[in-house]
């Protein structure tokens, strides 16, 4: 059957392609060709047409495809009070490639005063009529994972343990934020559990002088912290997984490491998967799913244009169904499709058959 609230049977992580008109205006602005008013007019204009495509496709959710950031993450961090942007020595590695040398650290006590994306959701939300208006930020672990230590100035927050109390505080004052504009379907976009399952990952965090093992309960308790007393109607989602640049990746391995802490000690009410490929492992961990949560399989990749057959993803929907409820099952892309404003390689018109792709699939499968 399907779904009267989010996330819905066919659904997106959130970021999308941009188009060349707006990639074009972002550089005319970054050569000081035109005004900050005049590439708002440009975002302006590309959100309401993407808007009206997502409705198109036949999709039920809709989001800004993160238009007006570069990241999908330091674009919000860095808007924090406490933190700053940086430019580090090297970008972030991926397989084979590299973001842009950007960064951000905190430099003073952590707090949310204001947002420039609050904004955003309301230019979403006022030009949003026949779907559910979407926003996604980054999860609060991000801004501890990337840096580590070294970017949580030690004069500010010479124990942890405090960074983490007022990280989770600042993020509860932006969902409640979120949530007075009339946010009711609110993503984290949480990479770093599911990093925390790839040894190579847990040994980098092991070399800077932390406990991989211990890190999966401390985000927990900083996310909880930061959902807590929410309206009761405002559905909070997650998205894991393993990098998303240029079509690239970072990491790799199974959801069994983080399971049950991801599962039944976090108190979202939906996941977003990755599971497009083998580095995900495989479905048994679904099984710590508890009754009134909802899993969507990101089982449709972002990362290639060719487009996936509809057979082959029934029949992996019919395999995660061993572990989970059918009924407590969704489909979308495995992230989106502009994790940055390069975005991933493949062409526009790919990545809205992909998600025309999806709307089919589900229609066939939940009836």
């Known amino acids: 059957m399907q779904r009267t609230r989010p996330p819905f049977r066919a659904d997106h992580v959130g970021s999308l392609l941009r188009s060349p008109e707006l990639k074009e205006a972002r550089a005319q602005r970054e050569r000081g060709e035109i005004t900050a008013e005049q590439l708002k007019s440009a975002e302006d204009s590309a959100i309401v047409a993407l808007i009206a ?5 036949g999709l039920r959710s809709a989001t800004d495809g ?11 961090l860095e808007r924090l009070d406490g933190c700053e942007p940086y430019t580090p020595d090297t970008g972030i590695a991926f397989k084979g490639t590299a973001t842009k040398a950007k960064g951000v650290r905190v430099v003073g006590k952590l707090g949310f005063s204001s947002h420039p994306m609050l ?47 007022d990280l989770g505080a600042a993020y509860n004052r932006a969902v409640h934020a979120f949530a007075h504009e009339g946010c009711r379907y609110l993503q984290l976009d949480e990479t770093n559990l599911a990093y925390l399952c790839d040894p190579e990952q847990r040994a980098l965090v092991r070399a800077r002088g932390e406990d991989p093992d211990q890190l999966p309960a401390t985000y927990a308790r900083m996310i909880n912290a930061a959902i807590a007393g929410r309206p009761a109607d405002m559905v909070v989602t997650m998205h894991l997984c393993r990098g998303n640049f240029r079509s690239s990746w970072i990491a790799q391995g ?25 580095r995900a492992g495989g479905f048994e961990p679904l099984r710590f799913v508890p009754k009134g949560k909802t899993v969507v399989l990101g089982l449709v990749t972002s990362k290639t244009g060719e487009l996936e057959p509809k057979d082959e993803i029934k029949r992996r929907i019919d395999q995660s169904s061993r572990y989970l409820d059918l009924d407590q099952l969704c489909l979308s892309p495995q992230c989106g499709f502009a994790s940055t404003e390069e975005g991933n390689l493949l062409t526009y018109d790919q990545q809205w058959a ?14």
């Not at 993160?66 to 919000?76: G, I, K, P, S, V």
């Open 53 to 57: 495509k997502q409705a198109e496709a």
């Open 66 to 76: 993160e238009f007006r950031r570069a990241m999908w993450h330091f674009d919000f």
């Open 119 to 165: 904004d955003h959701f309301r230019f979403l939300r006022d030009h949003t009529t026949a779907a559910t208006p979407k926003m996604t930020i980054p999860s609060p672990s991000v801004l501890h994972f990337r840096g580590g230590r070294k970017a949580i100035s030690e004069s500010v927050y010479p124990n942890l343990n405090d960074f983490y109390s």
């Open 254 to 278: 199974g959801y069994e490491p983080v399971a049950d802490i991801l599962f039944n000690k976090i108190g979202v009410d939906g996941y977003f998967m990755e599971y497009d490929t083998d």
């Open 354 to 367: 992909k998600l025309a792709r999806i709307v089919e699939i589900a229609n066939e499968v939940w009836r």
